[in-house]
């Protein structure tokens, strides 16, 4: 960040949240209107009446709530609910029951933000994943496999995280009447996502060219030893410090193998003395 502002926002905002790292005694008496203070464009929210069933809040207030209800400590979660309703004030339309709407609101937000963020002096990249949050961050996901890699290939898992949180988020500030409801199937999203997230960690999996047969040829015993010098050539086949080919493979094993003898079983000296 390139501004003193910027970095008092994100102080501020760690003042929100279930996971503030900072202690109960520590906090400085929260002041929703500080936001105000810096980001001016936020009054237009303050006692803007939603007049819609899903919203007993105006905008403001609802913002307040969802960042109170904010899991992570991130800093981007936390930028885009702040802002996530940004333009709310400028979509507002009501139906022929008087109920409200605010179609578009995400888009238009997503570009206000963009502008605010960029004079505030934040970092390009945490502009841009906030931005990009905002702009999704209304919509509806539906709980299969399918749709959820689309988001996956669309915005990638780390976004597609933290947009799930947005959403747990807005939700909570939201009419709590409405919270289970819709909470459910967020639940059951996020439940698919990280089934998803396992399946593919299964699937990358290296398999390396060795088995524990080859170990025990060369002289290792069965048991204990074997499964850690495997998960070891693993670790370095992963890193990339070492081919996975049988033979680079069974070199740095005797080389552990000889090491960890070394200094697993070579006696103590008991005649060693200070």
Known sequence: MNTDIAQLIIQELKKYGQNSILKEKEKIEKNPEWFVKYIPELSNCVGFCQNNPYHIY???????YALESCIPNDNIVKLAVLFHDIGKPHCYSEDENGIGHFYRHAMVGANMTDEIMEKLGFEKDIREKTVQLIHYHDAVFKPNGKNIRKWLQKIGEEQF???????????MGHNPACHEKDCAGLDKTEELFHKILMEKSEKTKIKLAISGKDLIAVGYASGKELGKTLKMLETQVVAGQIENNKDALLKMAAVYQSTSHYTDKQPADKHCTN
Do not use: G, Q
């Open 58 to 64: 105006d905008v403001f207030s609802h913002t307040i």
């Open 161 to 171: 995280e933290r947009l799930l949180y947005v959403r747990r988020a807005d939700i």
